[in-house]
């Protein structure tokens, strides 16, 4: 009978010199027998838990200290065609200040740019904190051979990009070429060394069932993901607090198993402060507190800071502000 989401595979297998799932990726037979191998998600219990979690209500002093928080989390986003170093330039200054009529607002996390775009992102948050955050390897649909990916990823190093989002091929992955790619992801993970974080994106809107999200959680994080994440933000279904779950629960119990803390980040269609919220108690509820921290979970929303900066003024003022109070990125 398949099991929820909160089901673990057995303790993780190793190889001769000891290495984690250096058996399971041995060969395209045996990492397809592993993944397979996963408990299966009980779909209707997996969206009933995410659910009923999001039903929770906080007090006044959790909300604020939420917000806040929320803001930390988030990878201040653009990738547009259009983008020019201006509108880099404009976003960075607004992740060092989002508020520039309240210096007590949290910087955000990060900036996202595509790799043409890193150093003038690199530039202007100089000395500020928040990291730069570079999509690569072909995003958002991930169809390049790996040396074009690898050259996108070490570009955008040499710029000075901290993070890297790469994507999956996923038609690789639904076609069963699992070990494919894995070894694309390590490739990655191997050219980012201990110079960027690598974030896997599944864009699990395309992956079609809980079953391949699971499959695809693991096998990013043991190919080396430093964290999973959900969406590109370029299909029609992107984070959702069911999938969200999902990853949580598996890096939980990645973790259980290896010792190794994974990162999650939903992204794309988060666009409230309401939303956010029930996101965060997901974490605290499945992965646990360690989670709550910008090392480790992240907003892929953009549109979703100015609503956390409209209610931290509320809860500061009593009133909401104009729709003038937030620049329009």
Request: with cysteine; aromatic share 6%.
């Amino acid at each position: 009978m398949p099991t929820t989401a909160s089901a673990a595979p057995s303790p993780a297998p190793t190889g001769a010199g000891g290495a984690p799932f250096a058996d399971v990726t041995a060969s395209d037979g045996a990492l397809r027998r592993f993944l397979h191998g996963l408990p299966g998600v009980d779909a209707v219990g997996l969206e009933a838990r995410a659910a009923t979690l999001g039903t929770r209500s906080i007090k006044t002093t959790a909300k604020a200290y939420a917000i806040d928080l929320a803001i930390s989390m988030i990878d201040l986003t653009t990738l547009e065609g259009a983008d020019t170093p201006g509108k880099v330039r404009a976003l960075a200054a607004k992740a060092v200040h989002p508020d520039p009529s309240d210096r007590t607002a949290p910087t955000t996390a990060a900036v996202c740019v595509y790799p043409d775009m890193v150093a003038t992102a690199k530039a202007a948050l100089a000395g500020s904190g928040v990291k730069v955050a570079s999509v690569a390897t072909a995003f958002p649909a991930g169809r390049a051979a790996l040396p074009v990916k690898l050259a996108d990823t070490a570009d955008a190093i040499a710029a000075g990009a901290d993070e890297i989002d790469m994507v999956i091929d996923r038609g690789a992955f639904l076609s069963g070429r699992y070990l494919e790619v894995f070894e694309q992801i390590a490739a990655i993970k191997a050219e980012c060394g201990d110079r960027a974080r690598l974030k896997v994106i599944f864009e699990t809107g395309e992956l079609s069932t809980y079953d391949n999200i699971r499959r695809a959680s693991w096998l990013g994080m043991m190919a080396g993901a430093d964290f999973i994440k959900t969406s590109t933000g370029k299909v029609a279904v992107n984070a959702t607090p069911a999938n969200t779950l999902l990853m949580l629960e598996a890096v939980r119990d990645f973790h259980a198993q290896t010792g190794v803390r994974i990162g999650v980040k939903p992204a794309g269609g988060i666009r409230n402060t309401k939303e956010a919220i029930k996101f965060l108690v997901l974490v605290n509820e499945t992965a646990g507190e360690d989670w709550l921290d910008n090392h480790w979970f992240r907003f892929g929303a953009s549109s979703l800071l100015n609503d956390l900066l409209m209610q931290r003024q509320k809860l500061a003022t009593g009133r909401y502000s104009g729709p003038d109070y937030v620049t329009v990125d």
